[in-house]
């Protein structure tokens, strides 16, 4: 195991295997996290989200996010991890579209399921890039360019599996209209019922639809999509944590720091020390 650290010791850039760390103990690291596992079956926690696995699949975390693996049988996995100071996802959208994708979606699962001839094609890239950081003089521009190529792969598969004719689960309009309508009216909205009347929908079928579809109560949706937007704002921008706060309809700055440690874990300002700020903050204007 080798890692490219920033000068306060964060992990720009690493690759762990199986006997590097423990994810069957909930963990949480200060970057992404790009887990290959080749073999076995599971259960991957992610926040509040419970999604069953089979191996071949990619899972993905954003940074501090909570995760564990709940194994089902012996598993091996590779773990690639970058940080938003090495390789910033919105800054690269357009060369590639992993943000909203596979990192930063609460809609849909945080994984991808490679075929075979895929999972190779992938597991070579990981090796190839396990090698030039095992080297004396590692070259973060060939490294960058692994790392960007790895996503964009793995963003093509996801794409094409969410195709209508490749989809594993049956479309549910309602649930589509919803998570659009929480989109609109996060800042306002923050009881489940009150997405269910637009919808012309009892609490009760709602409730029961959402879970089904999305693998998360509307609750857990709801506070996701404030805290997504609120980790948008700490590492996409400059404002104060306070500003934030109002930006979110929280009047209260402490109110708005104990609502996400709550559900993050960290502080607002722990978050964004450790995530770092963004390029894209001062390409705003």
């Not at 964060?10 to 949480?28: A, C, F, S, W």
């Not at 790009?34 to 069953?52: C, L, P, R, S």
């Not at 773990?79 to 930063?104: P, R, T, W």
């Amino acid at each position: 195991m080798k890692n490219i650290l920033s000068a306060t010791k964060e992990v720009l850039l690493g690759i762990k295997h199986t006997e590097d760390h423990d994810l069957t103990i909930p963990t949480n690291f200060s970057c992404y996290n790009v887990i290959f596992i080749t073999e076995g079956a599971g259960v991957y926690h992610a926040d509040f989200g419970k999604f069953n696995f089979t191996a071949p699949v990619i899972l993905f975390s954003t940074p501090l996010q909570q995760i564990c693996i709940e194994r089902e049988s012996a598993f091996e996995y590779t773990m690639l991890q970058f940080h938003g100071d090495f390789y910033c996802i919105e800054y690269h959208k357009a060369q590639v579209s992993c943000n909203g994708l596979l990192f930063n979606n609460i809609y849909i699962e945080p994984s991808v399921s490679p075929t075979r001839k895929e999972a190779s094609d992938l597991d070579r890239l990981l090796n190839d890039m396990d090698e030039e950081l095992m080297t004396e003089f590692a070259d973060e521009t060939i490294l960058r360019a692994y790392l960007q190529l790895f996503l964009a792969k793995t963003s093509s598969i996801k794409i094409r599996s969410m195709k209508p004719e490749n989809a594993l689960t049956e479309r549910d309009e309602q649930m589509e209209k919803f998570s659009k309508l929480l989109d609109a009216h996060f800042l306002e909205l923050h009881k489940p019922n009150d997405y269910a009347a637009l919808l012309a929908m009892t609490p009760n079928n709602f409730s029961k639809r959402c879970s089904r579809h999305f693998k998360k109560s509307p609750s857990v949706l709801i506070q996701e999509r404030i805290i997504l937007e609120a980790k948008k704002k700490l590492h996409l921008t400059r404002m104060s944590i306070k500003e934030v706060a109002y930006s979110l309809n929280f009047y209260d700055e402490f109110y708005f720091s104990r609502f996400f440690k709550k559900f993050t874990k960290v502080s607002p300002q722990i978050f964004r020390e450790k995530a770092g700020i963004s390029i894209i903050a001062d390409l705003a204007d």
